[in-house]
């Protein structure tokens, strides 16, 4: 069963941040996807165990960032290392930015974020569906997208 989502793959790998207080984070995610049009809802897949998780639950928002290539190295160590353990802003060297819309942290070197409100959340077997409903998209330039195929195996396009 393990190797049966994987059919689907490659998927955009994105940073997801969230904030909750002072605290703020930022995960790498390849579990995220456009929910509906009208109005315009995206879902983010995770763990109840995630830091980000709770981040998301508390802080009622949360930002979804396309990665572009030059960005491979901060998104890995986004996905690599927990942020109760590490402020990853500082560690990756991604630039903090504020919504415009609302209280979320952004990442400046994205291409494109989105800021969402967090609209629900529903129980999906072992994950949960953070879904949020975008109040804002932000873009600041055109680059190619980075993929991941299976484990840290990425491409770009």
């Known amino acids: 069963m393990e190797k049966i989502y994987r059919a689907i793959y490659p998927m955009r790998i994105l940073l997801i941040t969230s904030r909750s207080g002072e605290a703020d984070n930022i995960m790498a995610a ?6 509906s049009r009208d109005p315009a809802l995206f879902g983010v897949s995770l763990t109840d165990s995630r830091h980000s998780y709770s981040l998301i639950k508390e802080g009622g928002c949360f930002g979804i960032n396309l990665v572009a290539p030059d960005m491979e190295n901060a998104a890995l160590l986004c996905g690599t290392k927990s942020g109760r353990d590490v402020d990853k802003f500082a560690e990756s060297g991604l630039t903090k930015e504020e919504g415009d819309e609302i209280d979320c942290a952004l990442v400046g070197e994205s291409p494109v974020s989105i800021e969402c ?8 077997g072992d994950h949960y569906l953070m879904v949020g409903e975008a109040v804002n998209v932000k873009k600041r330039r055109e680059s190619k997208g980075l993929y991941q195929k299976e484990g840290r195996d990425w491409i770009e396009v």
Do not use: E
Not at 30 to 35: M, N, Q, R, T, V
Not at 117 to 124: E, G, M, N
């Open 30 to 35: 390849a579990w995220c996807f456009p929910l």
């Open 117 to 124: 409100r967090l609209a629900d959340i529903v129980k999906t």
